[in-house]
């Protein structure tokens, strides 16, 4: 298993450096196809007009999209020529998680970048990890905005006993075979259960191992769910980690994913990027 086909998703209302230069070197480490993709939908002002104000507005708001999604091209297209050997471009005037989300089916993983935590997100101008990682069926590679090169000098892998936990790890394969040192941690969060933990992460040390990758099992002191997202920061600095891997979880509120606490917290806080499956 490799990542033979990468997306990385632009957005049209923030700098897109980090996430191109992420994907630049994924591309490179496992002498993969590219693809750029990026959507944008014109939202009309709450003071919208009638009559044929609104059809000059709404043609103005469309074409300035149109330029964006060719400015987006050309960005891309500027850093994946270098060295890539398969460079494709797709766009869309609609909006960007629906686009996305439906065109994550040509590839194995995609590159997006960070949404902060309290920050609008302009559903119209680009796709939201928080969402796309419910609906992609693919895993993200989660890239926060100070973050430019690809460490994959230490990886740590955030362990729960849950389908999500491993569909990330089984996601994570590829990159995990080109770590240098891996962690596999779970933080536990109830009385007298670190016996029980040890001996799952031990399992998935040795479940790693039968795939050729050499792993360390981590199981610290009992943690209580409100500190389990600090926990495992500390963690993650401890072991000089570039890179998390963990499950995405969250819940149904009335159509609306909502994100649990950790999960949350990976997708808008962390420093590092964060490799994330559900």
Not at 43 to 51: D, I, K, M
Not at 53 to 68: F, H, L, V, Y
Not at 130 to 142: E, F, I, K, N, Y
């Amino acid at each position: 298993m490799t990542y033979a086909t990468i997306m990385v998703c632009l957005a049209s209302d923030q700098p897109n450096e980090h996430c191109l230069a992420i994907a630049s070197k994924m591309v490179e480490r496992f002498d993969a196809r590219i693809i750029g993709i990026a959507a944008a939908e014109f939202s009309p002002p709450l003071y919208f007009t009638a009559g044929e104000q609104a059809d000059e507005m709404i043609e103005q708001g469309r074409n300035a999209i149109r330029t964006r999604l060719s400015e987006l091209e050309s960005e891309f297209r500027k850093v994946m020529n270098r060295g890539a050997r398969h460079v494709e471009w797709r766009s869309n005037m609609e909006t960007p998680i629906r686009f996305v989300a439906r065109e994550a089916r040509a590839a194995d993983i995609i590159v997006i970048g960070q949404s902060r935590d309290g920050a609008f997100t302009d559903p119209f101008a680009r796709a939201n990890p928080s969402d796309l990682v419910m609906q992609a069926g693919r895993p993200l590679l989660v890239v926060p905005e100070t973050v430019d090169w690809l460490d994959l000098r230490s990886v740590l892998v955030a362990w729960k006993d849950t389908q999500e936990a491993r569909r990330a790890i089984a996601d994570s394969l590829p990159l995990l075979r080109k770590a240098k040192d891996i962690t596999i941690v779970e933080i536990v969060e109830d009385d007298g259960g670190r016996e029980a933990a040890s001996n799952r992460v031990h399992d998935v040390v040795a479940w790693l191992s039968h795939h050729d990758v050499v792993a360390n099992a981590l199981v610290p002191e009992q943690s209580s769910k409100r500190d389990a997202a600090a926990a495992l920061d500390r963690i993650a600095a401890n072991v000089g980690a570039g890179v998390i891997v963990a499950g995405a979880y969250g819940h149904s509120r009335l159509r609306e994913w909502v994100l649990g606490g950790v999960t949350r917290h990976l997708v808008t806080e962390s420093t590092r990027c964060v490799l994330l499956s559900r």
